[in-house]
């Protein structure tokens, strides 16, 4: 059975800069990774995507290129150097070339890379699964699984003759500790997998030379912030499974979040809670920095929400205190995140701003404390849960009704929280959310995600709202959450590839997005990376 998503891993974060999750933050956590394998010494990177995939046409634009070079070197994902990181590769020596590929490659965010220096090389295959959540396929040639959510040990081998890699577990699981010991093989070689908690010590590592000949040995560490455990299980994986589990319970969809993540993360109540309050604190900060003003010069949209807020204030604009408070709170998240400030991915960045703009101006109007918020955004990390560990956050795999759609979904339950609401009431609004949104499709103009993802972020949050008070109202949502997750992903699978995150298809290939696109390409290749943007180290082939 798969690993058990996590709130904290898969949901609600990472914590971020850059224009989009699934391309920067996952590409980071990529390039840690292959840093590591290089046991930190890269002197270059031969970067490959499919030609078929999403990447040919998105990576630079959208982060992946900022973002894994960030990895790279070692970064953060919200570290404030990154929209530079290019040039922070260059003055570290390391030389990178990018090439486009027909390998056939089944997932559209999937990266290749080959690294060396000048005693070793090594290749890394992983994709980007969405929301910043990656897996790695293949090590030098090794088909293997790897989440970024254990401290990894490497060990190439060449074994004594006669030796069964089954043996070869065995001895490992009996005399060292690991939560998990895969064995790979290739050709005359093995690659052992030891998974923990924490790394081994140099005198564990030397009892392997007694099983064979070892040939190289690699510390991968943990990316992501909540680690696995050995024998880690969790109370429910669905909608399903959750409405079993609380029968005669009589818990609140929040409180059943933090039972949930406790179990997955193997930590106390307290520290969940007071891990999504800081998250709720980053937000209302990103949230204040955003209304002050932002500015990128490679961007679609100036700042907005201040001219917004004024006309709020002026009372020149349709609708109540609460729908305006929404509208001023995503659009302000949306610019922060457009101008590579920091945002939480909840789920992805590309659609970061809908549920916490929600959340945070509806607990405002109401007057709740940060608390309050934290548990709403727990809710919501549930509805989370369900939707990425049945289908995807990826827009390059579901288009806009993965991130959007889902956010939508997940603020629903959200609101219904906030006011105290059941939690039959909580998963009628995430069902009736989701259900509006089926079908939208992800064709960011300009290749950057700022428009139509503005729009449809507001359109996300007011949605959730509307859905919220129908819940509330007892409305009936007629299709069971887990059947309206499974509708989404038939959905896309019929939704053609230009309308997935590709800016092949839709507003993205209008006449004025090209021409924006084109001026803001040129404004980019004439500044030399003066106005922040990133600058690649290399030549790259055509598509």
Request: aromatic share 6%.
């Amino acid at each position: 059975m798969s690993t058990p998503v996590s709130i904290f891993n898969d949901v609600i974060g990472p914590v971020m800069r850059g224009p989009s999750s699934s391309h920067c933050a996952a590409a980071l956590r990529i390039g840690r990774l292959a840093r590591d394998l290089m046991n930190g010494r890269i002197e270059s990177v031969l970067i490959e995507f499919d030609r078929e995939g999403s990447l040919p046409m998105t990576h630079e634009s959208q982060g992946s290129d900022m973002g894994l070079f960030g990895g790279l070197l070692g970064w953060n994902a919200d570290d404030e150097r990154l929209p530079q990181s290019g040039e922070f590769l260059a003055d570290a020596g390391i030389k990178v070339r990018f090439e486009t590929v027909d390998v056939g490659d089944p997932h559209p965010n999937t990266y290749r890379l080959s690294l060396s220096n000048e005693s070793e090389e090594h290749s890394i295959i992983a994709i980007s699964t969405g929301g910043g959540m990656i897996e790695v396929l293949d090590i030098d040639g090794f088909k293997l699984s790897m989440l970024g959510d254990y401290r990894e040990t490497l060990v190439c081998l060449r074994p004594n003759p006669g030796l069964d890699p089954l043996d070869i577990s065995d001895w490992i699981s009996a005399n060292l500790k690991c939560d998990e010991v895969l064995v790979h093989t290739k050709d005359d070689l093995l690659l052992l997998q030891l998974k923990a908690r924490k790394f081994w010590n140099a005198e564990q590592l030397r009892e392997l030379s007694s099983l064979g000949s070892v040939v190289w040995t690699r510390e991968l560490d943990c990316v992501l912030p909540v680690m696995s455990y050995s024998g880690m299980q969790v109370p429910f994986r669905t909608c399903n499974e959750l409405v079993d589990f609380a029968v005669d319970k009589d818990l609140k969809l929040w409180e059943l979040a933090v039972l949930y993540e406790c179990a997955r993360g193997n930590i106390s109540q307290h520290q969940v809670v007071e891990q999504m309050i800081e998250i709720v604190r980053i937000l209302r900060r990103s949230i204040a920095s955003g209304i002050a003003g932002s500015s990128y010069e490679d961007r679609v949209l100036g700042h907005q929400s201040g001219r917004f807020q004024e006309r709020w204030q002026q009372g020149s604009l349709l609708g109540g205190s609460m729908l305006n408070r929404i509208i001023l709170y995503v659009t302000s998240l949306m610019e922060v995140k457009s101008s590579m400030g920091v945002i939480v991915a909840a789920p992805t960045a590309g659609a970061c701003a809908a549920l916490p703009g929600a959340v945070i101006a509806v607990a405002e109007e109401l007057e709740l404390s940060e608390e309050q918020m934290a548990r709403g955004l727990l809710a919501a990390g549930l509805i989370g849960v369900f939707i990425t560990g049945q289908w995807t956050f990826a827009a390059e795999v579901g288009g806009c009704q993965a991130e959007g759609g889902a956010a939508a979904c997940m603020a629903g339950a959200a609101l219904v929280t906030l006011v105290d609401g059941t939690l039959k009431q909580s998963l009628a609004a995430s069902s009736l959310a989701f259900q509006s949104m089926l079908g939208l499709i992800c064709d960011p103009i300009a290749n950057r995600v700022e428009a139509p993802c503005l729009g449809k972020n507001v359109m996300a949050a007011s949605n959730a709202l509307c859905c919220a008070n129908m819940a509330l109202a007892d409305f009936d949502p007629l299709i069971p959450l887990d059947e309206v997750i499974w509708a989404a992903k038939e959905v896309a699978s019929k939704m053609p590839r230009e309308h997935r995150c590709t800016s092949l298809g839709g507003l993205a290939i209008t006449p004025t997005s090209l021409k924006i696109e084109q001026r803001l390409n040129e404004k980019k290749a004439s500044c030399g990376g003066g106005c922040g943007c990133v600058i690649t180290p290399a030549t790259k082939s055509k598509v």
